[in-house]
C-alpha cells in the first residue's frame, strides 16, 4: 500500500494537469488504482517522502501543506482560507522572481519549501540569486562591518519576542514585524572623510535606532590598499582605521559622540585623522575631568 500511494503521488506530479488528475484520483481511485502498477516512482521522490516523514514530529498523521506551510485538516479546512491562502503564496512567488532574473518560478517555490532542491540550501541559493552577493563580512572572519546595533545583544531589544515564528503573523501594510532577530541588515560602504557621509551615520543612523526600526545598521569605512609606508595614509583610509580603534578600545557610543564632533564644524571639508584624535583627546579629557568633579562632590559629602 505504501508503495501504491507513491505511485499515485508520482502519476499526480507527471501529469500536465495535477489537480485535475488528484481530483479524478481521489474520486474513483479503485479504478485509478489498476492503471498505477506500470507507474515508476522516482529516486528523488522516495527521497522526498523521507525527508519529510524523517522532519514531521508525527509522520503517521496525515497533513496537508502548501509549500511548506502546514494547512488544517478535518472540520477546520476552510476552502475560502485556502483560496487566500494560495494567493499569498502566488504574490510571494512573484515577488521572489521579481528580484532577479535568474529565479524561476519553480526555482522560488522549491525555495519556500526547503531552502533548495538537489543540493545545499546556502549554494542553490547564491545560484539563483545570480548578480546578487553577500554583503556580510564573514569570509574576512568579521570585524570588518563596523555595526551599529544589535538586535539579539542590545539591552533595548530585550521586550521584543525573539521566535521567527514572529515573522508569520499578519501585520498591516508597510509595517515590520519587531523581532529581536538580525534579519533585515543595511551596511553602508561609506568614505568619513566627506563631512556628509560622515553626518548621515551620527545623524540620520541614530535616529533610526532610536526609533526602533527593526535594521541593523553597518558600516565599511572606504579604504584604500596598505602603503609600504605605513605612517602614510589618505583621509578616508585614517578616519576609517581611526574608527575601527576607537570602536573596540571605547565602544560605539563614544565613537559617535568623537564622528559628530568632528562633523559639526561647518568650515571643515575634509576629515582628517587628525582632528578625529584630538577630539577624542578632548572628550577624554572632559570625562576624565568630570568625573574627578564628581568624585571630589562625593567626598565632600561624606565629610
Not at 535594521?215 to 578616519?239: C, H, K, L, N, Q
Amino acid at each position: 500500500m505504501a508503495v501504491l500511494s507513491m505511485r499515485f503521488a508520482e502519476s499526480i506530479l507527471a501529469s500536465s494537469s495535477p489537480l485535475e488528475a488528484f481530483s479524478h484520483g481521489t474520486a474513483d481511485f479503485p479504478l485509478v488504482a489498476s492503471t498505477l502498477a506500470d507507474v515508476e516512482v522516482t529516486q528523488a521522490l522516495f527521497e522526498e517522502v523521507a525527508r519529510n516523514q524523517g522532519t514531521q514530529r508525527a509522520a503517521s498523521i496525515p497533513s496537508f501543506t502548501i509549500n511548506g506551510l502546514s494547512q488544517p485538516l478535518g472540520p477546520g479546512l476552510d476552502p475560502f482560507l485556502l483560496l487566500r491562502v494560495l494567493r499569498d503564496e502566488r504574490k510571494t512567488i512573484n515577488d521572489l522572481v521579481g528580484l532577479s532574473e535568474h529565479i524561476s518560478a519553480q526555482a522560488a517555490r522549491n525555495l519556500l519549501i526547503e531552502g533548495s532542491r538537489g543540493g545545499d540550501a546556502q549554494a542553490g541559493l547564491e545560484s539563483m540569486l545570480g548578480d546578487l552577493f553577500d554583503a556580510r563580512d564573514v569570509k574576512e572572519g568579521g570585524g570588518l562591518i563596523q555595526w551599529w546595533n544589535n538586535f539579539e545583544d542590545d539591552p533595548r531589544y530585550k521586550p521584543w519576542p525573539t521566535s521567527v515564528r514572529e515573522y508569520l503573523r499578519p501585520s498591516y501594510p508597510g509595517q515590520m514585524t519587531l523581532v529581536a532577530k538580525n534579519l533585515y541588515n543595511l551596511v553602508l560602504a561609506l568614505d568619513l572623510s566627506q563631512p556628509d557621509q560622515l553626518q548621515f551615520v551620527v545623524e540620520m543612523i541614530p535616529q533610526y535606532i532610536a526609533r526602533k526600526i527593526p535594521i541593523r545598521f553597518g558600516v565599511v569605512p572606504v579604504v584604500t590598499e596598505e602603503s609600504e609606508d605605513v605612517e602614510v595614509y589618505d583621509p578616508a583610509t585614517a578616519v576609517g582605521l581611526v574608527m575601527w580603534h576607537l570602536s573596540e578600545t571605547v565602544g560605539t557610543s563614544v565613537t559617535l559622540k568623537v564622528l559628530a564632533e568632528a562633523s559639526s564644524n561647518p568650515s571643515v571639508q575634509h576629515i582628517e585623522s587628525v582632528l578625529i584624535q584630538a577630539l577624542y583627546l578632548s572628550l577624554a579629557g572632559r570625562r576624565r575631568r568630570n568625573e574627578a568633579s564628581q568624585a571630589g562632590c562625593v567626598g565632600d559629602s561624606l565629610r
